[in-house]
């Protein structure tokens, strides 16, 4: 599956944003989703995930009542609704799919398939 992820930009601490990411297939409803982001000189972090019927979710304790991670199986596309941001939420957001458990959601490494990221910047 091929991932395009859009809806970055440059905003104010407690502003809004919601990111998008679209997958090519119709079998988008297999695919349990991750969001993760990378800021500069350090590691790529979970985000958030939506299980594949997007019944369940989990956050990083982070962004946790702040981000809120859904899916429209219809339009095979994946959103991080974003508020409240904070100059430490900068940084490139990727979304991922992947066949894989639950219990694995928060592993980057479980995930096969991954977008070419969007860069958030969160201005104080």
């Known amino acids: 599956v091929q991932l395009q992820a859009s809806g970055g930009g440059l905003v104010q601490a407690g502003d809004s944003l919601r990111l998008s990411c679209a997958a090519s297939?119709?079998?988008?409803?297999?695919?349990?989703m991750g969001w993760f982001r990378q800021a500069p000189g350090k590691e790529r972090e979970f985000v958030a995930a939506?299980?594949?019927?997007?019944?369940?979710?989990t956050y990083a304790d982070s962004v946790k009542d702040r981000f809120t991670v859904s899916r429209d199986n219809a339009r095979n596309t994946l959103y991080l609704q974003m508020n409240d941001l904070k100059p430490e939420d900068t940084a490139v957001y990727y979304c991922?799919?992947?066949?894989?458990?639950?219990?694995?959601?928060?592993?980057?490494?479980?995930?096969?398939?991954w977008g070419q990221g969007t860069l958030v910047t969160v201005s104080s």
């Open positions: 297939e119709r079998t988008y409803s297999r695919y349990l």
């Open positions: 939506s299980s594949r019927n997007g019944g369940s979710t």
């Open positions: 991922a799919a992947g066949q894989i458990i639950w219990g694995q959601r928060q592993n980057p490494n479980a995930y096969p398939n």
